[in-house]
């Protein structure tokens, strides 16, 4: 069976900075990956790169077969790789409603206007926001803010849900609470690919994890495995600690 | 090939978002294009006259236009010192602590910024003749001009220098206090706006070059003056462009290293927005000093001149003569301006769009800005002469009308526009328009939804702002209006000389108090806004 990504030899510099290079990998439909390392790694750019919003400078990208970015090209834009992204600043629209945010972001998909208030309502139902539906994102609370992000990302149910540091900057309560809450929603949902530099939410979220380090991938597994015997810094750190606890 | 609507529209749809956030060639080309409109009047005189400047150089600078602009220059410098030392401290202590009637008195203060300068002048004059001060007292001649010039010179540098304060972050106002107490934290801010301060300082110095009124009603005509004087008493177009060249030339060579140097420093203090500014401190001397100070700003820079006005109004009211001039210029006064309002926000939004979020092209469109801001704007207005009588009549519409002043207005004031935009730009978070790309929102969509509502209590105000300084200009309108078709500040500057006092005292009242509605109606619209969105 094809992976749903393939990636080959991918490589993105800034100028003389080289963020990353010869980073390779494959994601299979329904997998739940967790992409770890330290900041500053290169772990949002690469989900850029996955994303279409970047192009490598080396290196070739495949969604489902077909060859999505190569060299300073993207092949394919973002809008057309059936995905959905809930960004590190959340990246609400300030000047709309939640729920206008949500239909908004439903503007790729051919469907009448009424159809698409209701399916942006039940999306934020299920992220149980639908109560502050016509707020806009400035008179909500972070946590409210995430789960419009998360409602606006899964109202156009993509194949690809990518979250990129979704929990950074929230109080360890509500981080559980939302972790809880993403668990539920992405078991029934598409392919995940979780940006993180947590082990400890990648262990709550996703089943394999994929650990980059000084611009290459370090090691990639099962992330219950990797933390059994840990080979990059940032796993060993997450390992000591638990076993400091444990203790 | 045809191109329809609908290829247009298909096209529209095909530009992603992202596009807002990516760099790209489009960007240089569009910068340079837009500047290039700007500069294109003064560049078809300065093409027409090749030669002939470097030829008569020596002629122009041995007669009275050499010993005008050397009266100039000392003026421009009095004006910039001036301007730095009473604008610096009072913008720092605008900028860190907080005192009753703080706002009101900065929205005062921000009045003689959109008065013409003439206009302050001809309230100096009428005080001295009121006051019976000799007519080579210190309210004329070089200090009174200087004075006149410095009404415009003090909120400016305030204004930036409170921009730049905060500018600075909480964490380093509370290091600055902790280590020192106040004096130290003040120490500490003077010293890092200093730079910023100067450098306005002289930029309002270099502006007073370009700008004839103060210097001709206080008796110490300058540079600029004398242009105008050659193009329209004397009627003789060549001097006075080239005359307009050697102002630009001496412009230039002053402004390049300002605008070299304050470019970064505006695009570090002013555009800035990723850190939160110190909230202003309250303090209990402040609370006393801070209103004491401020005030007696006001009483110097604008109620002292205001006060000149009234005593003439004494003596009669010409209700009936002031109304009707008013009613004889108001409509061109007001078209003049909203063309150039709306054009300059169009230019001006359409710059800082392209100039986008490089660090490298935000500091050379703010060079640019700066540079084009100083310019004689009677450099602009002879290049549009020069281009309307070379041009065939059926251009007149566009070279030779009422839009032509809007026009040349425009690209005089859209600096002021551009500098909003880029601000306003630069407040908005990068991702929304990447969340755009991925959900495959169009680009007009994006636009018309998020960004012109993002945008609109920032372009708002500056349309007002550009509107309320097109309409003080006078030199360009002076130069360019129709027969018949002038501005109400056009026609104090005429009737200045031969009018009663009463007369232009009044209709200069009228023009600040108009001036000051438009300004309590662009504050207005601005907080209204800021609170819906």
Redesign the interface.
Known sequence: MTPLIQARNLRKAFGAQTVFASVSFEIEAGQHLALLGPSGCGKSTLLRLLAGLDAPDEGQLWIDGQLVSEPGRSLVPPHERRLAMVFQDLALWPTLSAVENVILGMANLKLPRRDRRAQALAALETCQIAALADRKPAGLSVGQQQRVALARALAVKPRLLFLDEPFSGLDLTLKEELLAELKTQAATHATLVLVTHDPGEALALCPHALVLEGGHIVESGWTAKLLKRPVSKTLRAFADSLSRADS | MKTTAHDSKKVWRML?C?ILEKPGPWRVIGLAAGLLLALAPALVLVFAAEGSVSNSLGTLMAGGFGTALLRSLAVALAAALASVAVGLPAGIVAGLYDFPARRLLLALLALPLLVPSFILAIGLSLLRTTLAFSADGFLSGFSGTAIAFAFFGVPLVLFITLASVRGISRSQVDAARLAGGERHLFGCVARRVFPAAALTGLLAGVLTLSDPGPGQILGHAGAAAEILVSFSAQYDFALAARQGMVLAGVVVILTLPVAFWLAPQLATGLLARDVPPAPLARMKRVSILGPALFSTLLLLILAMPLAGFIPPLFRSVPAERAAQEVARTLGNTLRYGLVASLLATVLGLTLAVCAGRSPKLRVALLAGLVLLFALPPSLGALGWIHLAGVSPASLDPVLRSPFTVGLALALRFFPVAALFAMRGLGTA?P??A?????????LM?FAR??VA??LAPVLLPAAILVFLLATADVSSVLLLHPPGKGSLPLAIFTVMANAPESLVGALCLTYVGGAAVLLALAWFTMHSLKRT?
């Open positions: 992603s992202d978070s991702s929304w990447d969340a755009a790309a991925i959900h495959g929102v169009p969509t939804k998020v509502p993002w969105s």
